[in-house]
């Protein structure tokens, strides 16, 4: 989930501005979710669509696009 502020999960890594939970149904869809999470990433426009989405299924149509 999108967050506006830094997170306290590992101060050494400050800021954390995105946090994404992974699941799947089954041991290799992770491995779809990661590329498309992945791709979008290094795709300025995308992250910070990914910053701004405020929901999850947000955060799945940015994943699919």
Do not use: Y
């Not at 992974?22 to 992250?47: F, Q, W, Y």
């Amino acid at each position: 989930f999108p967050t506006r502020r830094s997170s306290d999960l590992n101060k050494a890594n400050d800021p954390v501005s995105l946090v994404i939970g992974l699941a799947g149904h089954d041991e290799n869809e992770h491995i779809t979710v990661m590329s498309a999470i992945a791709s979008s990433l290094i795709n300025p426009k995308k992250t910070a669509a990914l910053a701004a989405a405020p929901t999850p299924e947000a955060i799945r149509d940015i994943l699919h696009q």
